[in-house]
């Protein structure tokens, strides 16, 4: 049964940071890209960042880029998600998601999803 968890979600002031992970388990992390998406009341889905089977390549949103990071760790099988400069826009709940993929990553087209995490940007 493959399964992702994720977890580091809270509330955070405008300007602070928040550290996101998702752990896999039931499956070969090293086959799989795995994508970190986010949804906001009212608003779409949307594709916040992803990493290659093998951590080589990376995507952000343009809303993202330049203040998130995402790495993976397969010996782990862990993803972390590092969030600095939140804004109040970023307030979502957060999800990751796997899908069976070699080379690259794109965000959309995911497979599996795990339950997701709270993230509330305020002051």
């Known amino acids: 049964q493959l399964q992702l968890v994720e977890s580091g979600g809270g509330l955070v002031q405008p300007g602070g940071s928040l550290r996101l992970s998702c752990a896999a388990s039931?499956?070969?992390?090293?086959?799989?890209?795995i994508g970190w998406f986010r949804q906001a009341p009212g608003k779409e889905r949307e594709g916040v960042s992803c990493i290659s089977s093998r951590g080589v390549s990376t995507n952000y949103a343009d809303s993202v880029k330049g203040r998130f990071t995402i790495s993976r760790d397969n010996a782990k099988n862990t993803v972390s998600l590092q969030m600095n400069s939140l804004k109040p826009e970023d307030s979502a709940i957060y999800y990751c998601?796997?899908?069976?993929?070699?080379?690259?990553?794109?965000?959309?087209?995911?497979?599996?999803w795990g339950q997701g995490t709270q993230v509330t940007v305020s002051s």
């Open positions: 039931g499956f070969t992390s090293g086959y799989y890209a």
């Open positions: 998601a796997a899908v069976r993929r070699i080379r690259s990553c794109a965000l959309s087209n995911y497979d599996y």
